[in-house]
């Protein structure tokens, strides 16, 4: 299974999905020199914008990943209502989607903490560095703590370039 | 006639920067090879967006050809 980032996020941008960049993508954008097999968003889960999401993978045979036997994604409006979190297996790899991310909370409070990064193929908003730290903290997964002890080596180097200027 | 530092550079001996914090003595002294990340932070984010497709790409290639192997 191919994970393609550059294209899931075109997509994403494409259909107008309001979201934000977190995880290990986030991460790799503030220079982290980490690899990651997903790609990890929040976003509003309002029925409109979970319906922009089914329009960005629809034609990638999207699955709900963590489900029994792989469930098509197939919104209803009941279902948008209910869902909190969409973790999704398409042909261009895994794309997980969560309305809240721990040590920071609901989508309105990641958008506060996010910071615009312009890349050929758009503008897209990413995690700031303190509050991806706190994110992976609050994960606490043993991965998650290996990377904040080298986003926080990054933080610091930021800092010191930022006082030189 | 190279001299023993450089020789343990060469052998993969990181050379802690002068104005290393902590936190980036800590990284370093964890195992992490702070100068892939010196390399990055040189870098504009789409070219270390790049750099991850291809080592990513990399893995799991080798994945996939691990588990064709382990079939046979």
Redesign the interface.
């Known amino acids: 299974?191919?994970?393609?980032?550059?294209a899931l996020l075109s997509r994403l941008k494409e259909q107008k999905v309001e979201f934000v960049i977190i995880g290990g993508?986030c991460g790799?954008?503030?220079?982290?020199?980490l690899?990651?097999?997903d790609l990890d968003i929040s976003c509003r889960f309002s029925r409109e914008n979970l319906r922009r999401i089914e329009a960005t993978v629809k034609d990638l045979h999207p699955r709900h990943r963590l489900t029994a036997n792989k469930l098509p994604l197939e919104l209803t409006d009941e279902l948008c209502d209910s869902l909190k979190n969409i973790y999704l297996n398409t042909d261009l790899g895994i794309l997980d989607c969560l309305s809240e991310v721990s040590g920071i909370g609901d989508y309105e409070q990641v958008l506060q903490q996010s910071i615009p990064?312009s890349?050929?193929y758009g503008e897209f908003r990413i995690l700031n560095l303190d509050a991806l730290i706190a994110a992976k903290s609050a994960a606490g997964r043993e991965k998650d703590l290996?990377a904040v002890?080298?986003l926080?080596?990054?933080?610091?180097?930021n800092d010191?370039q930022k006082k030189l200027l | 006639m190279i001299d023993a530092a450089t020789l343990a550079q060469m052998n993969g001996e990181y050379v802690m920067p002068p104005?290393a914090?902590?936190?980036?003595r800590?990284?370093?002294e964890?195992g992490?090879?702070?100068s892939?990340?010196e390399?990055?932070?040189q870098?504009t984010?789409?070219q270390?967006?790049e750099l991850?497709?291809h080592?990513?790409?990399m893995?799991?290639e080798l994945k996939e050809a691990g588990e064709h192997h382990a079939a046979k």
């Not at chain 2, 914090?21 to 980036?24: D, F, L, M, T, V």
Request: proline content about 5%.
């Open positions: 299974m191919p994970q393609n980032d550059k993508v790799v954008l503030h220079g982290a020199s690899v990651t097999l990064h890349i050929s290996d002890r080298l926080q080596a990054i933080k610091e180097k010191q | 104005d914090g902590p936190a980036w800590a990284a370093a964890y992490f090879d702070m892939l990340v390399d990055a932070l870098r984010p789409e270390r967006l991850h497709q080592a990513l790409d893995i799991l």
